[in-house]
């Protein structure tokens, strides 16, 4: 079994950044791909970034793609999830989530645990 807690959600204004971090306890953290997933009010979960337990390949969705940065620190069990020039469009419940290698999933159901949860809003 794997915990995820997420933090770092919050209310910011459209242009400005957040940065969520995703803190793991349990099993061996270093093991897992970690990805990050987001749902907004009426949509379905939408995947965002994921990388490998390595560090060494990354995904995005497109429509995140140079404003958003993952990365992980296997020394503090900690996944991060760096969010700049945000719109409102990005307004979401964001998940971290961890699956087993050795494929990066980018579908949610591919995730084995899953975070609570943590609101980011971002404001025109």
């Known amino acids: 079994q794997v915990q995820l807690v997420e933090s770092g959600g919050g209310l910011v204004q459209a242009g400005g950044s957040l940065r969520l971090s995703c803190a793991a306890s349990?099993?061996?953290?270093?093991?897992?791909?970690m990805g990050w997933f987001r749902q907004a009010p009426g949509k379905d979960r939408e995947f965002v970034a994921a990388i490998r337990w390595s560090g060494d390949k990354i995904y995005y969705v497109d429509s995140v793609k140079g404003r958003f940065t993952i990365s992980r620190d296997n020394a503090k069990n900690t996944a991060y999830l760096q969010m700049n020039s945000l719109k409102p469009e990005d307004t979401a419940v964001y998940y971290c989530?961890?699956?087993?290698?050795?494929?990066?999933?980018?579908?949610?159901?591919?995730?084995?645990?899953w975070g609570q949860g943590t609101q980011v809003t971002v404001s025109s």
């Open positions: 349990g099993r061996t953290f270093s093991v897992y791909n």
């Open positions: 989530a961890a699956s087993s290698p050795p494929k990066i999933a980018t579908m949610s159901e591919e995730y084995d645990y």
